[in-house]
């Protein structure tokens, strides 16, 4: 089973950066879509950031828009989500996926491989 994995999450005060890594052993990520998804307690998993495979282009969810920048390091085999100007509402467990898609989407379904997620936690 091929699979994906985070690194990065953990405890920043509002107003903190993070750097969120998503990389594979076993297939090259810049052959997928891959997206940003995070889930809080209670809430549904929800599209943060997403990086199409062919032109590069990134999509972001309104909220985040601005503050997150997603973006690729083929060489490293790997995508990073640059998270500044937190806030307690960006608290969740973070995942990377990958789909095989000609373009950037947040469809769960149409995602073919996840990583185990990473906490990302807010507060002061």
């Known amino acids: 089973q091929l699979q994906l994995v985070e690194s990065g999450g953990g405890l920043v005060q509002p107003g903190g950066s993070l750097r969120l890594s998503c990389t594979a052993s076993e297939f090259t990520l810049g052959d997928y879509v891959i997206g940003w998804f995070r889930q809080a307690p209670g809430k549904e998993r929800e599209g943060v950031s997403c990086v199409s495979s062919i032109s590069g282009s990134t999509n972001y969810a309104d909220s985040v828009r601005g503050r997150f920048t997603i973006s690729r390091d083929n060489a490293k085999n790997t995508v990073y989500l640059q998270m500044n100007s937190l806030k307690p509402e960006d608290t969740a467990v973070y995942y990377c996926?990958?789909?095989?898609?000609?373009?950037?989407?947040?469809?769960?379904?149409?995602?073919?491989?996840w990583g185990q997620g990473t906490q990302v936690t807010v507060s002061s």
């Open positions: 996926a990958a789909a095989r898609a000609p373009s950037c989407h947040y469809s769960i379904l149409r995602y073919d491989y």
